[in-house]
């Protein structure tokens, strides 16, 4: 399934949402089917999104998942039921070969940007590689991840802007990288609204955030022409096991939607 081919021929911007992580199949196969009836009224391609693992977190006690090959079933399953395809996040090469059997697209972790033989194997599956911005990195400088991905025999490729570090406890989104990327990657360029409202680092070690200000980066990252959009939701943040904090409610995504086409359609 090559949705990049896809979204390239659509005029309207690409949509990855789903949880943080697989909770469970009753809890994702939820969301999908809510998320599917969304964008197909309104004509935006979506991929389903739901981490197999989480392996980036704060806390040794952190939920983790629910045990990888559960989890990518679970993946496999919300593609098959509702024709879709799905997107996971991978921290190593076994990952890679691991999560392609079940997968569309591989997402690359933000502070992992950088890994050569992680890049490498994520683009010997053939897969869509996803690689998210280093909050630590300039726009310019994914052109080198964006090639490392290319050189090793796969075009299928796009960026994930999610925000740069600024001071300790909070990230920034700077625009202007949604463009540079556009131009100097020639590839896709998706905005990460929840992610970029993280406030790492809380003296508690669990990670922050600002969900009432998802509108406005999602707002923002259409009106200046950003290729797609990536959400985290979940039906009660409150209680979800990762990152609810900064994920956006359920409930809420319809609405949100709705605008975000109109301002697309506004500025084509």
């Known amino acids: 399934m090559n949705f990049i081919a896809e979204i390239e021929k659509s005029k309207m911007f690409f949509l990855l949402a789903g949880p943080c992580v697989i909770e469970g199949e009753e809890m994702a196969l939820r969301i999908a089917e809510k998320v599917v009836e969304t964008t197909a009224r309104l004509g935006i391609p979506y991929v389903f999104k739901g981490s197999f693992k989480k392996a980036n977190r704060s806390r040794l006690d952190s939920f983790t998942g629910i045990g ?10 919300v593609r098959q039921e509702f024709n879709i395809p799905v997107v996971t996040d991978i921290h190593s090469p076994e990952d890679a070969r691991l999560a392609a059997d079940y997968t569309d697209v591989l997402q690359i972790p933000a502070f992992l940007s950088r890994q050569t033989d992680l890049l490498v194997a994520a683009a010997l599956t053939g897969k869509i590689v996803n690689i998210k911005k280093g909050q630590f990195l300039a726009p310019e400088a994914m052109k080198f991840a964006v090639d490392k991905v290319r050189e090793s025999g796969n075009n299928n490729v796009m960026l994930t802007e999610r925000g740069t570090t600024f001071g300790y406890y909070d990230l920034v989104v700077d625009y202007r990288g949604i463009s540079t990327m556009q131009k100097t990657c020639e590839c896709p360029v998706v905005v990460d609204v929840t992610h ?54 359920l409930e809420l995504l319809d609405d949100l939607l709705t605008k975000l086409v109109r301002i697309r359609e506004a500025i084509l």
């Open 196 to 249: 970029s409202l993280q406030q790492p680092n809380q003296s508690s070690g669990v990670t922050g955030g600002r969900p009432d200000l998802i509108e406005t980066v999602a707002k923002a990252g259409i009106a200046v022409g950003a290729d797609g959009l990536f959400i985290e939701t979940h039906e009660n943040p409150c209680v979800a096991k990762s990152d609810g904090a900064n994920m956006l409610r």
């Open 68 to 77: 990888d090959e559960k989890a990518l079933k679970i993946l496999a399953k």
